[in-house]
């Protein structure tokens, strides 16, 4: 079965770092794009990074610099390294698949406060 | 960055009606190499991820129904929802994947 399932969201002070993961079924974690999209309470959706199946990495303004997004072809897993969180960095985290996020994971809930 | 924007927060529109969400982009999502528009509709229900609906600005992804379709290119795109449904009632985004940071739309709110 295709599927993506996310984990590693919680509780985080502000200045604390968080690692999300993404776990890969049914294709290569390496072989697509993959993206992490989130979404703050009560708000819209906000594009974070995305990895193409070359290598290359982007990111949203509002991360660069402190989110690292990786890939575990060993674990066929995607990953996203958050430092320097911050209160607006609160939302529910998912990891997509396919150049236009054809598929998606159900979400991690991250939340930034003291 | 492209900016990307939709003409309405939300709208409601009867059973059965049409709906109709406009999304503009600040700049052509058309890629001239391959003549597509890098855009995309996407449906979200509350406490449910998003679900593709629309890609390439026109081409519905498989399992969605034809009610669902889209249309424009360059940087005016419109999605149209033919004879709504019920289960129609959801937020509606657009997304550009044209040029890195892709970017959403802020959404339209689809109300019965």
């Known amino acids: 079965e295709v599927q993506l399932v996310e984990s590693g969201g919680d509780l985080v002070q502000p200045g604390g770092s968080l690692r999300l993961s993404c776990v890969v079924s049914?294709?290569?974690?390496?072989?697509?794009?993959m993206t992490w999209v989130r979404q703050a309470p009560g708000k819209g959706l906000e594009w974070v990074s995305v990895?193409?199946?070359?290598?290359?990495?982007y990111y949203a303004d509002s991360v660069k610099g402190r989110f690292t997004i990786s890939r575990d072809s060993s674990e066929n897993t995607l990953s996203l390294q958050m430092t320097s969180l911050r209160a607006e960095d609160t939302a529910i985290y998912y990891c997509?698949?396919?150049?236009?996020?054809?598929?998606w994971g159900q979400g991690t809930r991250v939340t930034v406060s003291s | 960055d492209i900016v990307m924007t939709q003409s309405s927060d939300s709208l409601a529109v009867s059973l059965g009606e049409r709906a109709t969400i406009n999304c503009k982009s600040s700049?052509?999502?058309?890629?001239?190499?391959?003549?597509?528009?890098?855009l995309a509709w996407f449906q979200q229900k509350p406490g449910q991820p998003p679900q593709l609906l629309i890609y390439?600005?026109?081409t519905r992804k498989s399992g969605v129904p034809d009610r669902f379709s889209g249309s424009g290119s360059g940087t005016d795109f419109t999605l149209t929802i033919r004879s709504l449904q019920a289960e129609d009632a959801a937020i509606y985004y657009c997304?550009?994947?044209?040029?890195?940071?892709?970017?959403f739309g802020p959404g339209t709110r689809v109300a019965i």
């Open positions: 990895v193409y199946g070359d290598g290359r990495r």
């Open positions: 700049q052509s999502v058309l890629y001239s190499s391959d003549n597509k528009n890098y």
């Open positions: 390439w600005a026109s």
């Open positions: 997304l550009q994947y044209y040029d890195p940071p892709f970017t």
């Open positions: 997509c698949s396919g150049l236009f996020c054809d598929l």
């Open positions: 049914g294709f290569g974690v390496r072989v697509n794009y």
